[in-house]
């Protein structure tokens, strides 16, 4: 009779609820608390194997290693791991925690550094300063290469952008669906590992203190990013889901397309190969007062042409040569770390020697 009246009983209501559960199975943010305690111990190791993505740069400026070696031995591996890590806790029935810490992280990751360079265009249009430039410097040195080419800026954008989804990943295996002010926290945390370690020494970032304060800021959108997908991170979780099981590898195989499409890797100017044939060693032609190519790498000298018609000096350079037009001179320097070599002093104008003691494959 309730069923004609339109009235549910409560077997009804029991069936309804059996129904829903088997076809809906828990979000991560509702998985009971010993759940996420008994995971604990690998969300400590996912978030390690978030940082594994910095140890290169790290180890390259405290003098512990050579970059493309613990990209080999660290970076790499541990990128894989969280690969593997992702694909084991795919089908949501084991290992919530972390398939919820990996997802919430990469999307947060790709969100947050992609807010965090287009904060910085405005500035690098109005001062022009090279803000952007470091990232380069990345792939040279993880690839070993003696010079910059589209592959290296590839390498390099790659790696940048691992990094701050490794960062993400790291806050979301601890702070996911904590409060979003933790994002900032954890963003200042970072820009400060660069401010206050040897990072600054070798990329001399104390020289431009409004650089420092543009860096700082442009990590707002960044931990903003972090905070406020982790905080809703049931939400965001809802939103993938919706978006197909396949989604975060697709965010990850476009991006990689986008970096491909935009640097070209493997094609080089004419001008390029003309400063990378001067020598066997780390060459650059200078047209207009620019390096061609613009990244130099070496343990001591590099080898440049001038084909303009002007005479340019090197004050950051030993002895403060002169080169004049129409020369080619070995011009060495003394000073490490990422040294800006421009003979004119315009902005745009000349380019950049890293002076690595691993650059000859020798050690300290």
């Keep these: 009779m309730s069923h004609l009246l339109g009235v549910r009983t409560r077997d009804d209501e029991n069936k309804t609820v059996g129904v829903a559960t088997q076809e809906q199975p828990p979000a991560a943010a509702d998985v009971p608390a010993e759940t996420e305690r008994s995971e604990m111990p690998l969300l ?25 070696t613990m990209i080999r031995w660290v970076a790499l591996p541990g990128a894989c791991a969280l690969v593997m890590l992702g694909w084991l806790s795919r089908s ?23 807010g965090y360079d287009l904060f910085r265009v405005p500035f690098i249009i109005v001062t022009r300063f090279g803000l952007l430039r470091p990232i380069e410097s ?6 070993d290469a003696g010079e910059s080419s589209s592959l290296t800026a590839f390498a390099g954008w790659t790696y ?6 490794g960062f993400a990943i790291s806050y979301m295996a601890f702070f996911r669906g904590r409060h979003w002010a933790w994002g900032l926290v954890w963003a200042m945390v970072l820009e400060s590992g660069s401010v206050f370690t040897p990072f600054a020494q070798d990329y001399d970032l104390w020289s431009n203190p409004t650089a420092i304060v543009i860096a700082y800021g442009a990590h707002v959108p960044f931990g903003l990013a972090l905070g406020i997908i982790g905080q809703n991170s049931a939400r965001w979780e809802t939103y993938l889901d919706e978006a197909g099981r396949y989604v975060v590898p697709c965010v990850l195989a476009i991006g990689l397309a986008t970096l491909a499409l935009w ?7 004419s001008t390029w190969q003309q400063g990378r044939s001067i020598d066997s060693g780390p060459s650059a032609i200078i047209s ?3 390096f ?15 084909s303009d018609s002007i005479p340019y000096t090197f004050p950051t350079a030993v002895g403060s040569p002169v080169l004049g037009p129409g020369g080619t001179s070995s011009i060495c320097f003394s000073t490490g770390g990422v040294l800006r070599v421009n003979p004119t002093g315009d902005p745009d104008d000349g380019g ?7 650059a000859a494959g020798g050690q300290p």
């Design 352 to 358: 950049f020697v890293i002076l690595d003691q691993y």
């Design 292 to 306: 061609s190519p613009f990244w130099l790498r070496t343990d001591e000298c590099v080898r440049l042409h001038n």
């Design 92 to 114: 949501g029935k084991r290992w919530l925690e972390v398939h919820s810490t990996l997802r919430l992280g990469v999307v947060a990751g790709v969100i947050g550094t992609l």
């Design 138 to 143: 990345y792939g040279v040195l993880a690839l």
């Design 44 to 68: 400590v190791v996912v978030a390690a194997l978030g940082m594994t993505s910095v140890v290169p740069l790290l180890a390259w400026v405290y003098d512990l290693s050579d970059f493309n």
């Design 160 to 165: 940048h952008f691992s990094n701050g989804i």
């Design 288 to 290: 207009d007062a620019v």
């Design 263 to 269: 640097l070209r890797p493997g094609s080089q100017s």
